[in-house]
């Protein structure tokens, strides 16, 4: 019964991956159809990422009220309908009106998701459920490629993610008995040695759903809490800014073609989603602060890559090493929460967490393009690297405030 949720789980995050793609295949398609700005696809990726902040913000409130199976398997359904909803969509205010569930849907299952694996499962489980997620948006451009391509449409592209969605949301609803009673912790996972390993939470609770909900107040209270926060913003800001800018700064700054650029460019999620492959097995010898510590110097090490003037290839390996370092920084915070903040708050904190992640996917990227277009590209590896050392500095905060060691 174990393995089997296990297996829902990791299907789930495959889940979680598949439309998170869709707008960028999609929008040449969508804005020329509805005759709107280019630019328009902004509005819509702003409503989503409200939509996410305000659920991730009200997790802890569901998850306790609802249970995390039912937290699950109800976003995941909102997702689908939304996503269907986007099928059938013939202007652009309709996709603004299915951008709101498609958020709130968002918010809520990913935050309570990652909660349920940092306390019931060992790292190596968080690192390849994240490599599991970079699976899923890898294969959601292909899958509106497929429509595309066959003359089907955009339209389509959305209808066949929905359809996969809502099968993956009768498969939750059937394994909702699963998730009532769950093992603290996955078999062997309890052993001073796969607990140092790992990065396990000291005691986990039997029922997270027993204490009250925390308010935003209460929480920003908790020693750690405001580190963490911005620690994620500044990871969540860097990977998006690398992913969205590497291509023109390869462009506008080395000279490479667009479209060769744009190639290049996808080596950069390769290296995160190949990454949390390998990640998942040094957690076995690794605690988690010190897989971020090891992520975060491996991105430091891309930066100087970019930074040096020896030729494309050189740059490109950085671009590659950068991904690398990206991949065990998200899943190890996120599975350190519990030894940080205990069992009891991990949800609330987690909440909170992935709200900070959504801002700084909407804030840190936009203000890099207004560097770009006003001073220039080449900045990108500066701009970088001045996030990556806020982002050290306050882990490390949060390691001293939170007395979590090593």
Known sequence: ?????LAVIYLSFISLGLPDSLLGSAWPSIYQEFQVPVSYAGAVSMTIAAGTIISSLQSDRLTKKLGTGKVTAISVGLTALALFGFSCSHSFWMLLLWAIP????????????????????ASRHMSWLHCMWGVGASLGPYIMGYALSGGQGWHMGYRYIALLQIVLTVILFFSLPLWKNPSSRMPGSSSKAAGEASGAVKSAPSNSETKDPLSLKEILQIPGAKSVMTAFFCYCALEQTAGLWASSYFVLHLGIDAKTAAGFASLFYIGITAGRAVSGFLTLKLTDTKMIRLGQSLVLLGLFLLLLPLGKATAIAGLVVIGLGCAPIFPCIIHSTPEHFGAERSQAIIGVQMASSYMGLCIMPPIFGLIANHISAALFPIYLFIILILMIFMHEKLVKETNSGD
Do not use: I, K, P, R
Request: glycine share 12%.
């Open 1 to 5: 019964m174990f393995h089997l949720l």
């Open 102 to 121: 498609y958020g709130l849907g968002a918010g809520s299952v990913d935050a309570s998701l990652n909660n349920y694996v940092a306390l019931h499962y």
